[in-house]
């Protein structure tokens, strides 16, 4: 009888799990007796062992022999088992289980080797607060790739062309098999040689060095919306860098930074300011003007409004994006403005003013003092008449 563990203990399934649980089972035990990550003694043991349960239960055929006849069945041909697996065609998410055996990700390489999309860019631009609040049509300046025009985009002298790459027949990529503890494995990478793109150019092009591309400066007019806010990414379309072999190009990203107002500060669509009244407007109440992102408006102050009070126009603040009709409102918070320097006929009023703050003041605790002796007196006047 064989000694050798169980297939399905060593994998930690059941005999019913389906070929989905198998492969689940195998990349989770795999990464936890991979010899790179677990230093254990009988670690690169455990990694072969797993392998090998792995190729049996992974394998319908084999599977059906081992569960009737055991590991008996499934001896012959030398002993022990040689697998060949290939990872681009049946395990393309097993790759960073087995990257250290070739020194970098086991998927298969990307093939290039046709039309490819441009790559997108990003400008930063400034703008004042007025102009993200009402929009504005601003010039731009930013260098992108271009197809270069003396090769049309090829990247060959005139005259030539690319050539098919002799390592991987046009294919953009090539199989590698290595001889790793678990027997042989094969990946698909991509082509050292054409780097990916199936071709090689042996008479590049003097203008562009071969690339098809070349960068240029450019400028464009661009119509910012009204209601913008700092951080608005705005997309110009086939702005960016123009696509290899015939790709389209891809797209310019417009982030606008907006500078902040001496007056007015912004949340979202409502705007703030603090407007400085006088304490005697603050009193009696009467009507102020305020600056606003469109002229002045006028608030009427109730007598004895509090400092700090805030007064909320409505619709009066920033366009919506995309809703120019609908508005944020504006607050207006006003404080009282105290007098550093105060003098002649104004000085004068103010002390009369706080002459008779203090009378009115003292009156009335004279009234409330008298008010409190009366009502003794008439409280005594019982114990009074009973004594004599």
Known sequence: MSTRRDYYEILGISKTASADDIKKAFRRKAKECHPDTNKHTEAEAQFKELGEAYEVLADSNKRQIYDTYGHDGLKGGGGGYQTQWDFADNFPDLGDVFASFF?????????RNGPQQGNDLRLDLSLDFMEAVFGVKKEIEFAHQEDCEPCQGSGAAAGSGPTVCTTCGGQGQVRQTAQTIIGHFTQVVTCPQCKGNGSMISNPCTSCQGQGRKPVETQRTITIPAGVDHGTRLRVSGEGDAGLKGGPPGDL????????HPVFKREGQHIFSQQKISYTTMALGGEIEVPGLEGTHKIKVHAGTENGHVFTIKNAGVPILNHANKRGDYYVEVQVEIPKHVGGEEKKLLQKLEELQSSKH???????KESGASFINKMKRPFASTSS
Not at 104 to 111: A, E, F, L, Q
Not at 253 to 260: A, E, G, R, S, W
Not at 362 to 368: I, L, Y
Request: glycine share 34%; net charge positive.
């Open 103 to 111: 020194g970098g990700g086991g998927g298969g390489g990307r093939r």
């Open 253 to 260: 990203y417009v982030v606008l930074q907006i500078k902040p």
């Open 362 to 368: 003292a009156g009335k605790h004279a009234s409330e």
